[in-house]
């Protein structure tokens, strides 16, 4: 038999899931803030790209093509618009 409490309340916390994802990041490189990636890289944490991708950078972005979806994302948030 249960018996309910009304005095009692569940809590529920949202929480961000940064597991690192498969996939994509392996084949672009993505846009973060440089402050972060610096810390990413030494420390070994995740970081989050404007396209919403996790992941613990490990290579050298230069060598990869940029995520078309950080890139358009970057290009609406600069005050002169997209590049032509």
């Known amino acids: 038999m249960t018996i309910e409490n009304?005095?009692?309340t569940t809590i529920?916390?949202?929480r961000t899931d940064l597991?690192?994802?498969e996939g994509d990041h392996e084949?672009?490189?993505h846009y973060v803030p440089k402050a972060k990636l610096t810390e990413a890289m030494v420390?070994?944490?995740p970081v989050i790209a404007l396209c919403g991708k996790v992941w613990v950078p490990s290579r050298n972005p230069d060598?990869?093509?940029?995520?078309?979806?950080?890139?358009?994302i970057w290009a609406s948030?600069?005050?002169e618009g997209p590049e032509s």
């Open 43 to 45: 420390m070994g944490t």
């Open 12 to 14: 529920v916390k949202e």
């Open 27 to 29: 084949r672009f490189s």
């Open 63 to 72: 060598r990869f093509p940029v995520c078309p979806e950080c890139k358009e």
């Open 6 to 8: 009304p005095k009692t």
């Open 19 to 21: 597991r690192p994802e």
């Open 77 to 79: 948030m600069r005050p």
